[in-house]
């Protein structure tokens, strides 16, 4: 999926291949049919949450969701975490 910064007008690709999204990418994840723009840790920079429904975790197709962070540095350039669940 593709994110434009709103500030730069920067676009940037995302999938699982880059070292700021955790996992490996697979064509049948699905990574980024759904997404959401909040801020998770309130620090005023938004964050993105990417939803991966057919991700393969402890069970076949058990999805999950990742939070990118955003910094003033740009969208995954700072700590990162991989809150999982079910989608
Ligand atoms: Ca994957
Ligand atoms: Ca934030």
Redesign the pocket.
Known sequence: MTVVDGRTGTQTTLD?SLPEVP????AS?R?GSSIAVVDVNRDGCADLAIG?PY??LTAPDAGQVDILYGTPAGLGKGRRRRPSSRV
């Open positions: 699982q996992d490996t990418a697979e994840d990574f991966t991700e393969d």
